[in-house]
């Protein structure tokens, strides 16, 4: 092998190398880049996720909120019913020891 044949060689061998250099920046690059929108992207659906938490807490609240108050709503109604009922039981004995 020549001495120029040696030289364009190693140039060859160099212009490569530089090749693989600037390949593995951008490939650095594209991964800071690629790994920053990950994140970023991750930031976006945990904000989204702790909104979707917060809202649907704030739902079982309400929930729990109206059938609390549907509850008491309905047993209030019942205990009104029972005293009247009673009411009206009182009044029928009365009624029947007097008349008896």
């Known amino acids: 092998m020549t001495e120029e044949e ?3 060689r190693i ?3 160099h212009r490569r190398l530089d090749d693989l250099r ?3 920046l951008q490939l650095r ?3 800071t880049a690629g790994f920053a929108q990950l994140r970023q992207e991750m930031r976006e659906g945990d904000a989204a996720l ?3 938490i917060a809202q ?3 739902e079982v609240t309400t929930g729990f909120t109206q059938l609390r108050q549907e509850t008491d709503r309905r047993f209030g109604q019942l ?3 029972m005293n009247i009922w009673f009411g009206l039981l009182a009044l029928l004995m009365t009624a029947y020891r007097f008349l008896r």
Request: charged share 40%; aromatic share 10%; proline share 0%.
């Open 6 to 8: 040696l030289s364009k």
């Open 11 to 13: 140039d060859d061998v």
């Open 22 to 24: 600037a390949d593995g």
């Open 29 to 31: 690059q594209d991964m």
């Open 50 to 52: 702790r909104q979707d």
């Open 56 to 58: 649907l807490r704030q």
């Open 79 to 81: 205990f009104w019913q």
